[in-house]
T-cell receptor, first 112, second 111 residues
Framework: DADVTQTPRNRITKTGKRIMLECSQT?????MYWYRQDPGLGLRLIYY???????NKGEISDGYSVSRQAQAKFSLSLESAIPNQTALYFC???FGRGTEAFFGQGTRLTVV | SQQGEEDPQALSIQEGENATMNCSYK?????LQWYRQNSGRGLVHLIL?????REKHSGRLRVTLDTSKKSSSLLITASRAADTASYFC???????????FGSGTRLLVRP
């Protein structure tokens, strides 16, 4: 089983719908991240959490919200999806300050 | 804005040749990391170099860091077709410890 699991792997949704992407990890890491990837733009940080009670906005948090339900679970929500939120979304985890990150396999989201 | 910017955006080489990718960043850092991504897959960590280190090796990978120029390079020696992937640098700042990625270099190694 993967250490960092994202669900769903693929999702097509309509404009205006609420959608939640979920991430769970079995690595025991304290830090979790959500990124989006668009062609040619690399990965941009949406939100990050250093522990259950510490959640921070990243570079592009507008239109997104997150919930850290437990140390092992970090969910990303799009309250009202719009087409320019079509992207590949990655969850990542790390342990401690400035250490290597471990990525999930990604969720491909299409908003039509 | 993104902290790291890679150069070149795309690189095509013959198998057996060396591949060099560069990364520039804007502010002081705690460390810099390189990741690899096969098409559409999750990123995999390759190597981490701390701000007080100048060079680091891991197998066929060599990473250098020049904090005065705010730049790093990744050298892959004796490249193989299986090295074909996108490569990203990511920086960690002392103040926030969040991981910020650059836009990546697409490497194609021709058999």
């Amino acid at each position: 089983d993967a250490d960092v699991t994202q669900t769903p792997r693929n999702r097509i949704t309509k404009t205006g719908k609420r959608i939640m992407l979920e991430c769970s990890q079995t690595k025991g890491h304290d830090r979790m991240y959500w990124y989006r990837q668009d062609p040619g733009l690399g990965l941009r940080l949406i939100y990050y959490s250093f522990d259950v009670k510490d959640i921070n906005k990243g570079e592009i948090s507008d239109g997104y919200s997150v919930s850290r339900q437990a140390q092992a679970k970090f969910s990303l929500s799009l309250e009202s999806a719009i087409p320019n939120q079509t992207a590949l979304y990655f969850c990542a985890t790390s342990f401690g300050r400035g250490t290597e990150a471990f990525f999930g396999q990604g969720t491909r989201l299409t908003v039509v | 804005s993104q902290q790291g910017e890679e150069d070149p955006q795309a690189l095509s080489i013959q198998e057996g040749e060396n591949a060099t990718m560069n990364c520039s960043y804007k502010t002081s850092i705690n460390n810099l990391q390189w990741y690899r991504q096969n098409s559409g897959r999750g990123l995999v960590h390759l190597i981490l170099i701390r701000s007080n280190e100048r060079e680091k090796h891991s197998g066929r990978l060599r990473v250098t860091l020049d904090t005065s120029k705010k730049s790093s390079s990744l050298l892959i020696t004796a490249s193989r077709a299986a090295d074909t992937a996108s490569y990203f640098c990511a920086t960690v700042k002392d103040s926030s410890y969040k991981l910020i990625f650059g836009s990546g270099t697409r490497l194609l190694v021709r058999p």
